[in-house]
């Protein structure tokens, strides 16, 4: 049997603008430090992306280690795949997230992180429980693993669209009786409110320049792609630098950059390079594909579409109703800011978010990137999909694919939906402007 | 066909069994056309406070999805295909007018499909006041204790506006006590089937319990009562098979000849989470003082473990199942999941490294609740019975 096989091409390097760059070194220099974390004698806290309390594990000088980004991460890099079939081999169902299993394979192959070295144990387990039940299996299950202090961090669901004084009271209850006592404890480290208020006061500084960055892409062309790019620009908000100086001075960076695009008139950057011509504004719900992430990406920027809004830059926290962290009411704002992060908003708030989004945004639609694995985000989708639809009168589109399962990304049906979709809006085009 | 003489037992079974297959709740419709201004409250698994919906004047109405009967023609467009079955037979129900009658929804808290199931039936029918029952995960009482007693109490002013009467506190307790009445039955018929499993088989149990779900609790208790006393007074024959545990369908419903299967394979089930909330709470709750407080304290302290519910202490993760095995002397495990069950499956490894570590021996399979095909499920849970029965102690 002869056996063809051909040279595999690397793809050509990825362009990215100064603030990606900027970005990528400070998530390289933060694995740095959390693999010298035992070394230098840093404790290391776990903790989940939607909700987290970086400002809070600050103050105790944890070093955050955040089990999702590593998913992302071994996505990006096409290892996850290979961690997600170790989990299954160990039995866990092939039905369940896939963040969960790359995870477990990752710990089951040596936890070696991004950055080739190994990952440490945490110190601590902060559950915090927010918009997602997977979440507390997830930490049920790294407790098995770790053994170490796990604690428990219960935000309520706003089921009637509202934040109530009892859930706030829950919230800051359960922050002074068992989080902070607990990583005191843990950390030897005795909580100083004041501490706190200083990281939150620069939590807000960061938030309003992210804030404005998003919204730019109501500028036409947006200078900004709000769910590729936007997924840079949240690293260092959802991740382990909101209330430093470091995100203070990337997202003033990130802002002075996206004014210079505006003022140039420019589209976002691609990985090839200066977007062309805007033909098609989108918003996006849902995460998107991280194995696939460039390829995926390709699709939408060689058809002339942006996505000037998505619901999953909204994934660690809201800021487009106003919220910012603030230092005058430090542990009220910290329970405010993971009641409001996307997936504990009920769905009928979740429609009304995604409707202004494309109304506000003037964009051509609303296009759904359904998760498998992610329940939280997935169920109810069609009948959102539906709902934007009726109320902008603008054409929706669905696809599905997976977090980090490359089994689950099939890319010629994708293309060919977006290509559906494209025509389905220019269609829809052509029939206003005959109408008109 | 299961042993069933044709006795006071059969026909109980029997009224149970049509109960069960009614996909148009004749009963629950009657009950409320019987008065004027009744109002019918459905809910969704596994847990809500029962007693407060009674206390109200309502009728308290488990809605589980369609089984294997409903033929969901409209649910499918709601759920992508990796979405679990319960919701969209649920939402077929709705949508085909089957719970017209019904005057409000409780979801509980207990998983993402079913969270945001309660803002869907917001915005798929209006009509029809949906709200989520937040179930706390701090068992603190003056933490999680205080934000239930909230939500309890939010609870009883919504269906206050619902039934349009306040719901008085004398009205919950004496509520309370026909609820632990009620549990105390079940329990008694748990205890008697884990003695005598050759007289209560589970499939028929399970019809008992669902009939629990659409009656009035005061008819339920008369029917537990005359059940427990025909029950007794018979002797059916005695089989040859294992005894084992059932876990993993504690939300989306197995089909019933799925039980039938696994009883028919040579398994005695003699411990189960079906319907975990007709025993919820592992004894009384307290009448006397604050029924919200005992409610609460209830939950908190009293309660069965379960997967949607955090466990605070790693050194009793999964030891309600071992247990459940050593409290009646089950041989082995069977972990019958839902697909894309999250709670069930995301706990069933930890749940199976306790298992292992105790020597019990178990097996694992999925389901739907319109699954047809049970051959493969008969021969797994056969030879699981035959492998105890071979090896088990040897």
């Not at chain 2, 509520?175 to 018929?189: D, G, Y």
Request: hydrophobic residues 35%; glycine residues 6%.
């Amino acid at each position: 049997m002869t056996i063809i096989t051909r040279p595999r091409a690397k793809p050509a390097d990825a362009i990215k603008d100064a603030s990606m760059t900027k970005q990528k070194e400070m998530m390289s220099r933060h694995y740095e430090r959390l693999s010298d974390a035992p070394d230098r004698g840093e404790k290391v806290a776990a903790t989940f992306v939607p909700g987290n309390l970086n400002e809070l594990l600050m103050c105790f000088d944890f070093v955050n280690n955040l089990p999702e980004v590593n998913a992302i991460q071994n996505g990006l890099r096409k290892t996850s795949g290979a961690f997600v079939m170790e989990a299954e081999k160990l039995g866990h169902s092939e039905d369940v997230c896939t963040y969960v299993k790359s995870d477990i394979g990752m710990m089951a192959k040596g936890n070696i992180g991004p950055n080739g070295r190994k990952l440490p144990d945490p110190d601590v387990l902060l559950l915090s429980y927010t918009g997602c039940f997977t979440f507390m299996k997830w930490f049920e299950l790294l407790r098995q693993q770790y053994n170490c202090e796990t604690i428990m961090f219960h935000t309520p669901y706003m089921a009637d669209g509202k934040i109530t004084k009892d859930m706030i009271q829950y919230m800051v209850k359960q922050l002074k009786q068992d989080v902070i006592p607990k990583l005191e404890k843990v950390s030897g480290v005795k909580f100083d409110i004041d501490r706190l208020r200083e990281y939150l006061r620069k939590s807000a500084k960061a938030e309003d320049d992210l804030v404005w960055v998003l919204q730019s892409a109501k500028t036409k062309p947006s200078p900004i792609d709000a769910y590729f790019g936007g997924i840079y620009y949240i690293g260092p908000i959802f991740g382990a630098f909101r209330g430093t100086d470091d995100a203070i001075d990337y997202y003033r960076f990130l802002r002075e950059e996206v004014e210079e695009r505006i003022a140039q008139g420019k589209g976002p950057v691609t990985p090839d390079g200066d977007m062309g011509k805007e033909r098609y504004r989108l918003v996006v719900e849902g995460p998107p594909n991280y194995t696939h992430f460039r390829q995926f990406w390709k699709m939408f920027y060689d058809e002339g579409a942006v996505i000037v809004a998505s619901s999953y830059t909204k994934v660690g926290g809201c800021y487009d109703f106003g919220f910012r962290h603030d230092p005058d009411n430090p542990l009220e704002s910290l329970a405010e800011y993971c009641l409001n992060v996307y997936t504990n908003r009920n769905l009928p708030m979740r429609v009304d978010m995604l409707e202004n989004y494309v109304n506000e945004y003037e964009a051509d639609g609303l296009l759904i990137n359904s998760i498998k694995s992610c329940n939280s985000f997935s169920a109810g989708q069609l009948l959102i999909m539906r709902e934007v639809e009726k109320r902008t009168g603008k054409p929706a589109a669905f696809i599905e694919t997976d977090l980090v399962d490359p089994r689950y990304f099939s890319a010629a049906n994708i293309k060919n939906r977006l290509e559906s979709y494209f025509q389905m809006i220019e269609q829809k085009r052509a029939g206003m402007r005959g109408a008109a | 066909m299961l042993d069933m003489p044709k006795s006071a037992t059969s026909r109980i079974v029997q009224r149970c069994e049509d109960l069960f297959s009614d996909l148009t709740f004749e009963s629950a419709r009657a009950w409320k056309a019987a008065r004027p201004g009744r109002k019918v409250v459905g809910y969704m698994p596994y847990y809500v406070p029962r007693e407060i919906i009674h206390a109200a004047g309502a009728l308290p109405l488990g809605v589980l999805g369609g089984g294997d009967q409903l033929e969901v023609v409209h649910g499918d467009a709601y759920y992508q295909s990796y979405i679990c079955r319960i919701p969209r037979s649920t939402i077929e129900l709705g949508v085909s007018g089957r719970l017209d009658f019904v005057d409000g929804m409780l979801f509980p808290s207990i998983c993402d499909v079913i969270r945001n199931l309660s803002g869907m039936w917001k915005l798929m029918f209006p009509k029809q006041d949906a709200r989520y029952v937040d179930l706390p995960q701090n068992f603190e009482d003056d933490v999680g204790g205080e934000f239930y007693r909230s939500e309890l109490n939010d609870i009883r002013e919504w269906l206050a506006r619902i039934t349009g009467t306040p719901v008085t506190d004398e009205a919950i307790r004496a509520s309370i006590t026909l609820f632990n009445e009620n549990r105390r039955l079940v329990r008694q018929a748990y205890a008697l089937r884990a003695k005598e499993p050759w007289n209560i088989p589970s499939s028929e149990l399970y019809l008992l319990l669902r009939a629990g779900l659409v009656l009035p609790v005061e008819d339920h208790n008369q029917l537990m009562r005359e059940y427990l006393v025909s029950v007794r007074e018979q002797q059916r024959a005695i089989k040859d098979n294992c005894r084992v545990v059932l876990s993993g369908v504690f939300c989306e419903q197995p089909p019933l000849n799925l039980i039938k299967s696994i009883e028919l394979s040579g398994c005695y089930i003699v411990d189960d989470d079906f319907m975990l909330i007709t025993r919820w709470e592992k004894s009384d709750i307290a009448i006397d003082g604050d029924p919200i407080a005992n409610l609460a304290h209830s939950y908190l302290h009293d309660s069965y473990s379960t997967s949607p519910k955090y466990e605070p202490d790693q050194a009793k993760k999964g030891m309600y199942l071992v247990d459940s095995v050593r409290q009646n002397q089950a041989e082995g495990v069977i972990f019958a999941m839902p697909s894309f069950c999250d709670p069930a499956l995301l706990e069933r490894p930890m749940l199976q490294s306790v298992l292992k570590q105790h020597g019990v021996p178990q097996i694992a399979f999925k389901y739907a609740e319109n699954s047809g095909q049970m051959q493969p499920i008969r021969e797994q849970a056969g030879t699981f019975a035959d492998s105890i029965k071979l090896w088990s102690g040897a």
